[in-house]
């Protein structure tokens, strides 16, 4: 069942003053830390590798400017000064005392915000394509199905002991920027016959038995997504595996009993559970509809854009990388992308937080998105505007044209700050940003998606990368092992494992030879990467990646 | 993390684990528990240190998941065997935080206590 709730505010306060009290109860000796694990783990606070961790649900990576200065306050005040935008949408800071995080939380509790689901065997923040409700592409916005999905998931009470995580993608675009087929259910909104429905997939996942999902239904009607998804998720919660950890994922679920059979228990519990939906659902998704209309766009002249443009080549070359095409004539999304070389993938300082928060009121139609590739994107800006915005961006050094380039790399936060980690990713990410810039290849390669994990849990997609980079520990010693041909985009593909792994010191001489050998087989500049291996196969990559020894 | 290490005279280990309130590293040490890795108590003896961890995870309002890993003995005190034992007696790399910092400032005290 489901009951329309507003963004709550009231209870997202009354589950911040709750885990103040189970705060001092551990504190004061009276629930020992087995009690208390599970309980911080609902609120998003983990035990990292120095610290501990809290992270924050950006629900479907919406942010207004308000929320977006809150954070910025909690970096300064109560952690190192800046915060990490992750893959799924979310922010997390890596220095907070276990002591402040109440604290923490009733500051965002007064701007909407919170920490609740974003961790534990539950369903996690729906994530969505970041130029929601701009991409001209885009043919419906997704949030208002997200945030339909958002409210009725929070404290469901049949989903808080799932046989593990969940996590729901929805995208309303042709170009998949959601990785629908990544995810535990996705989602692509689509019309047949004059209505509007979803594609369905279910059962995809990365991690460490990488799978991609499957059809499980060609068209469900929108009216229907509450009820459905509940059959697919209440299916899953009685036949998903607690007897392993590993093979609890839907994947795993599906993947053993049979898409056929898994379907049938699902529709049978649809048929079921579909009587209990009395409409609320669809009433609350009209009110989303009007809480997401688009805003008041404005029509105004563009020649000042262009002529900056024909002026200005560093400003020229930000455009060509850095804008998204939006669906309103004169309009485009700008990429904020926190890639500069040498920096941490992902890590934005609360003076950047505090500028970003200001164009977006000034320039941006008061909105913000934080993009699964660790971006921060002003989704919709006026072109006339776009000389503005960058030179501010450019004097907070947010101004780097290297979005879908090589140095827009993911990569999680590995061992410099995760316990499960095996090896370190951020340095790795840092160095080849680096040296593709110093050696002036980055424009001449194009097109490149590297994605970088600390481990086999693939919280860097390591695996959708176009070249994938898995750090693990052989015998003691930091090792690397690269995947080939992932793509997270226009035909989804798990990445092939090239053969044998690399010493730290040694992957950025990898990566080199593999994409100098990119630019001799290429078939012209418009061949990306993944194209080309896709034409020829994985023979003269691997051939780079291993050449003979001389001597031999 | 536990891991099932036994310490001997060969292979000797620390006991670690976080502080509970504020959620840094900590070391196992003579008067209890130090956020300096080389001020650690090395166990040589497997029962020894079965005590100690065992007193450890008494001390549950003060810490969280202590551990024992394995170190060498060195010039200014026990050292890391693995990276990761490394990483946590260091900081992370991409910026100076971390323990690295916190031993900076004590540095820097001391050199001003000293002028
Ligand atoms: C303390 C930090 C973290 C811990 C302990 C952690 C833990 C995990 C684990 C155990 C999995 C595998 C789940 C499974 O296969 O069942 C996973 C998956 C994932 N994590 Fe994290 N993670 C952390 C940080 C992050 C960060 C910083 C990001 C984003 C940059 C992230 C994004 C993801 C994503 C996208 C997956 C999905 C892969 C899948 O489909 O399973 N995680 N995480
Ligand atoms: S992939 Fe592994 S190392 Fe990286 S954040 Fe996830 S759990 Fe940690």
């Known amino acids: ?552 | 993390m536990s891991k099932a290490f036994v310490p001997t005279a060969a292979k000797p280990g620390v006991i670690t684990a976080n502080d509970l309130r504020e959620g840094h590293n900590v070391w196992m040490c003579e008067d209890g528990w130090t956020a300096d890795p080389a001020r650690a108590t090395l166990f040589e003896d497997e029962a020894i240190a079965d005590l100690a961890l065992l007193k450890a995870v008494g001390q549950s309002n003060i810490v969280v998941g202590p551990y024992l890993v394995e170190a060498r003995r060195g010039p200014r005190g026990p050292e890391p065997t693995h990276f990761r034992e490394a990483f946590r007696q260091r900081g992370p790399s991409n910026y100076f935080h971390g323990i690295q910092a916190a031993k900076q400032a004590t540095a820097k005290q001391t050199e001003a206590s000293n002028v």
Request: one cysteine or more; aromatic letters at 8%.
């Open chain 1, 1 to 552: 069942m489901f009951d329309v709730r507003p963004v709550d505010t009231d209870y997202v306060r009354h589950r911040a003053a709750q885990f103040r009290t189970q705060v001092e109860r551990r504190l004061d000796g009276s629930l020992t830390e087995d009690e208390f694990r599970p309980l911080r783990l609902m609120n998003g606070v983990y035990l990292q590798l120095h610290a501990y961790m809290l992270r924050v649900a950006i629900p479907y990576g919406t942010i207004s400017p308000d929320q977006m200065r809150m954070l910025a306050h909690l970096a300064e005040t109560y952690d190192k000064g800046y915060g990490h935008w992750t893959t799924r949408q979310n922010i997390q800071f890596n220095w907070p005392r276990l002591v402040d995080i109440p604290d923490m939380l009733d500051n965002l509790a007064s701007v909407g915000m919170h920490a609740i689901q974003t961790s534990g065997n539950t369903i996690r923040n729906v994530t969505t394509d970041a130029f929601a409700g701009a991409a001209a592409d885009e043919w419906m916005d997704p949030r208002p199905y997200a945030e339909l999905l958002r409210s009725w998931s929070t404290d469901h009470a049949e989903f808080q002991f799932l046989p593990r995580k969940f996590k729901i993608a929805i995208t309303g675009a042709q170009r998949d920027r959601a990785l629908v087929a990544a995810h535990d259910i996705g989602l692509r909104l689509i019309q047949k016959d004059g209505r509007t429905g979803f594609e369905v997939w279910v059962g995809g996942g990365l991690g460490r038995t990488p799978m991609l999902g499957k059809v499980i239904r060609d068209f469900l009607p929108e009216s229907d997504l509450l009820a459905y998804i509940e059959a697919i998720i209440s299916t899953y919660n009685l036949s998903g595996r607690r007897d392993n950890k590993y093979k609890a994922r839907i994947k795993i679920t599906v993947h053993e009993r049979g898409l056929d059979v898994f379907k049938a228990e699902v529709e049978e519990e649809f048929a079921n559970r579909r009587r209990d939906f009395h409409g609320a659902d669809r009433e609350a998704l009209a009110i989303f509809k009007d809480r997401f209309a688009a805003p008041a766009f404005r029509n105004a002249a563009t020649e000042a854009y262009e002529a900056e443009r024909a002026r200005n080549g560093a400003f020229r070359s930000w455009t060509d990388t850095n804008l998204h095409a939006h669906k309103i004539d004169g309009y485009a999304s700008v990429i904020v992308t926190f890639k500069t070389h040498g920096e941490t993938p992902g890590d934005a300082s609360a003076d950047q937080m505090r500028l970003l928060a200001d164009l977006a009121e000034q320039y941006g139609h008061a909105d913000l998105r934080i993009s699964h590739d660790q971006n921060v994107v002003l989704p919709h800006v006026h072109k006339s505007d776009l000389p503005a915005v960058y030179a501010a961006l450019q004097k907070a050094g947010l101004a780097t044209a290297n979005a879908g380039l090589t140095s827009d790399i993911i990569a999680c936060p590995g061992m410099d700050y995760c316990t499960l980690a095996t090896a370190r990713s951020i340095p790795i990410a840092q160095e080849i940003a680096t040296h593709f810039k110093d050696v002036g290849l980055e424009d001449e390669i194009g097109k490149l998606n590297i994605r970088i994990s600390g481990c086999i849990n693939a919280c860097g997609h390591h695996h959708l990368g176009h070249i994938g980079i898995l750090g693990l520990d052989r015998a003691g010693v930091e090792n690397y092992q690269i995947t080939l041909g992932g793509d997270g985009y226009d035909i989804p593909a798990i990445g092939e494992r090239a053969g044998a792994g690399f010493p730290y010191d040694q992957v950025v001489p990898a990566i080199d030879r593999l994409l100098r050998a990119y630019l001799e087989v290429r078939a012209d500049a418009s061949e990306r990467f993944i194209d080309a291996y896709r034409r020829l196969g994985p023979a003269p990559f691997k051939a780079a990646l291993y050449p003979e020894p001389a001597h031999a």
